[in-house]
């Protein structure tokens, strides 16, 4: 009986296995990358590429939909273990540990009514638009530090865009690869298109882990995967099925 307690107390204590985790992904809703399935779960490129990596590595991921800023605080506060799609900040980089290399990468983007779109053709004119955006997300400067400018900040882009079709906003800005998946909708046609100026800047999208959490060892497993994928051209290829644009 000893003999078998003393078995018991080592099997205890032996680390957990990287596989055998479990980790909580914070995400919203953001066509192509990530969209509401029939029977409620999310689909899209990011959710192929964590399905790709669960099969390659034996980790399991619990993907939750939350507000975006509601994800990055979770991940701030150690409630959370990673996020998809996140750009890259000073700011975000005290709480949030990248992966070295981003997965992919699109363009900010401005849109507008098609007149307005046309006449949009400077940074300068910005500052007599009303614009809307998405809280807590990441474009380029100086737009994003700039207090001067009339911002409107929603929770996600379709917000934007019926605000936009509404008329209560003159201009949106947005990611090209998601904007232009939306545009595709009935709806849209023909009502917001790509603005005449177009910022030279891109945005990398990455794969982030909470600093509050201490899963290294699943970072390494994910990050080797990744540029293996990458290698491979897999993630490239995945793209194609949603028709993900890139700058």
């Known amino acids: 009986m000893r003999a078998l307690c003393i078995t018991v107390l080592l099997w205890l204590c032996l680390p957990v296995r990287a596989e055998q985790a479990s980790l909580l992904v914070m995400t919203d809703v953001w066509p192509p990358f990530r969209m509401p399935a029939a029977d409620g779960s999310l689909q899209g490129l990011d959710i192929d590429v964590?399905?790709?990596?669960?099969?390659?590595?034996?980790?399991?991921?619990?993907?939750q939909r939350a507000p975006w800023a509601r994800g990055l605080a979770a991940l701030e506060n150690g409630k959370a273990d990673l996020m998809t799609g996140l750009a890259k900040t000073p700011e975000r980089e005290v709480y949030i540990h990248y992966l070295p290399q981003p997965y992919y990468a699109c363009a900010p983007r401005f849109y507008a009514a098609p007149a307005q779109a046309r006449a949009l053709q400077s940074y300068i004119q910005l500052a007599a638009l009303t614009i809307g955006h998405v809280l807590e997300s990441v474009y380029f400067e100086p737009?994003?530090?700039?207090?001067q400018l009339r911002k409107v900040a929603v929770n996600n882009e379709e917000q934007l865009l019926a605000m936009l079709a509404r008329g209560r906003l003159q201009a949106l800005i947005g990611t090209d690869c998601q904007v232009d998946y939306e545009l595709r909708d009935p709806r849209w046609q023909g009502r917001i298109v790509k603005a005449g100026f177009r910022p030279d800047a891109r945005t990398d999208l990455y794969i982030g882990f909470s600093r509050q959490r201490n899963l290294q060892a699943q970072y390494q497993q994910i990050n080797q995967t990744l540029v293996q994928l990458q290698a491979e051209g897999w993630i490239s290829k995945a793209a194609l099925r949603y028709q993900v644009s890139q700058p």
């Open 50 to 63: 964590l399905n790709q990596l669960s099969l390659r590595t034996g980790l399991h991921f619990n993907v």
């Open 143 to 147: 737009f994003d530090s700039d207090t």
